[in-house]
């Protein structure tokens, strides 16, 4: 049977699907892999709606990753209704089109073309999250336990992100860097500032810390990765009386870090650092997810192979750009990222030329050739 990614496409786009809503998307989803004989688990966890998908039962399994929630459209300003999947002048219109509806609807037809042949010779597999954009707290991470415990862990996994910047076929991402957050209080003594000695200042204290964590560079980069970045994201104190020494001072800072570093690590040295300039200090970080790098290897060659003999282009390996759900699924196999050109995601009229969709597709049916799946 086969599949257009266009109409699939449109059908996702049409599903309101704003985290943590699934607004009937999974639902198109499973109604388009029944009919190719895929198994389909809806898997609920929390508020949060996730599929896993598997067709065949043997190895190689090669699992597609994605998910179908999105962020709000935002502003006025787009050419067509963001959730109206309209295609105009060769060009599919809609909140998701790239980032990353457009990319399962082509991973579907691609499975599709493949399975015209017969039934796999390994396996098959989709898992896609309704919790991608926002905490990432019920969705892949759960999945993946619940893969793990039935024994559905996959040879090997693609997750279908927007990797490319201006033209498909320029990226496959091998890695990300990791994600820690941190939030700085300093306690201090409030008094007037005519008075100075009767007082200990925070926000003195304050910007000497954030001058000391911006001072140097916290590395050179390494082999695969940019250097890690620390910036700081907000300096509060609240208060609106000028002659006053407030009580107290807050900042906020992320750092996106590379292999040469570990969250626990950074946090650790981010309390050391405050600790020095101030006492009367606290330090909350969060760790949204570490480094993680796929060793370029046969698996990493036939991916790049596939998608230079479909688009013409071959693929430079990266691992920049933000976090994704490929943080997760490092720890159970071997994972890389190869989808749209992102250069509309999260944009007032995101969009995605329907050529380049059905070139996706092309692309993720060599890739299962080539996977001998």
């Given at each position: 049977m086969s599949v257009d990614p266009v109409p699939l496409a449109q059908a996702l786009l049409r599903c309101p699907s704003v985290t943590p809503a699934d607004a009937g998307a999974q639902d198109v989803l499973a109604a388009a892999l029944v009919p190719l004989g895929f198994t389909v688990h809806r898997l609920r966890f929390g508020a949060i709606e996730n599929l896993f998908a598997r067709i065949g039962s043997g190895a190689p399994h090669f699992c597609f990753a994605g998910h179908t929630d999105v962020v709000p459209p935002g502003a006025a300003g787009w050419q067509e209704e963001p959730f109206g999947g309209t295609v105009r002048d060769g060009v599919l219109h809609g909140r998701g089109a790239?980032?990353?509806?457009?990319?399962?609807?082509?991973?579907?037809?691609?499975?599709a073309r493949h399975l015209e042949r017969g039934a796999p010779r390994g396996s098959i597999s989709l898992l896609i999250t309704g919790d991608e954009e926002a905490e990432a707290v019920d969705g892949t991470a759960r999945v993946?336990?619940?893969m793990a415990a039935n024994g559905?862990?996959?040879?090997?996994?693609?997750?279908g992100e927007p990797t490319n910047p201006a033209r498909l076929g320029?990226?496959?991402k091998i890695g990300r860097r990791g994600s820690i957050t941190a939030q700085i209080t300093?306690?201090?003594?409030?008094g007037h500032v005519a008075y100075p000695h009767r007082t200990d200042n925070p926000v003195h204290r304050l910007v000497q810390i954030l001058a000391a964590l911006t001072a140097l560079p916290l590395d050179?980069?390494?082999?695969?990765f940019e250097p890690s970045s620390l910036q700081v994201t907000s300096v509060d104190v609240g208060n609106p009386t000028a002659n006053l020494v407030p009580a107290r001072a807050t900042a906020a800072l992320n750092i996106r870090f590379n292999d040469r570093h570990t969250g626990a690590g950074l946090a650790a040295w981010l309390r050391a650092a405050v600790a020095r300039y101030a006492e009367r200090a606290e330090v909350t970080t969060s760790l949204s997810g570490e480094s993680f790098l796929t060793e370029p290897g046969e698996q990493v060659a036939r991916l790049r192979r596939a998608i230079a003999a479909a688009t013409g282009v071959e693929p430079r390996l990266d691992t920049g750009g933000g976090t994704s759900d490929a943080r997760f699924i490092a720890r159970y196999c071997p994972v890389a990222e190869f989808g749209l050109v992102g250069a509309t995601m999260h944009q007032v009229d995101e969009r995605v030329p329907v050529a380049e969709l059905r070139a996706l597709a092309d692309a993720y049916?060599?890739?299962?050739a080539e996977f001998d799946v």
């Open positions: 790239c980032d990353m509806k457009g990319a399962i609807a082509a991973f579907v037809a691609a499975a993946l336990e619940w559905q862990v996959p040879d090997f996994c693609l997750v320029e990226v496959v300093v306690h201090g003594t409030q050179a980069g390494s082999e695969w049916a060599a890739v299962l």
